[in-house]
């Protein structure tokens, strides 16, 4: 299997080739519905998870709400 080299808030991390950014966020067990993703310093519409196929050298900031009370 290809791979590829991506940095996620920060850390450098090797990924499927053909990795979106939802597949991503599934592996790693992030819910879609309560993430903020960015990819190079641009926001993803959620809607747009599933089609945003990642790249060499992609830097990912992914962000979660938590709710506290």
């Given at each position: ?7 996620i ?8 080739a053909?990795?979106t950014?939802?597949?991503l ?5 992030i ?39």
């Amino acid at each position: 299997m290809n791979t590829i080299e991506i940095t996620i808030n920060g850390k450098k991390n090797s990924i499927a080739a053909d990795a979106t950014l939802l597949s991503l966020m599934k592996e790693m067990k992030i819910s879609p519905e309560k993430t903020v993703a960015m990819i190079n310093d641009i926001v993803v519409k959620p809607s747009e998870y599933a089609a945003a196929i990642l790249k060499n050298a992609d830097k990912i900031e992914l962000m979660s709400f938590v709710g506290g009370g």
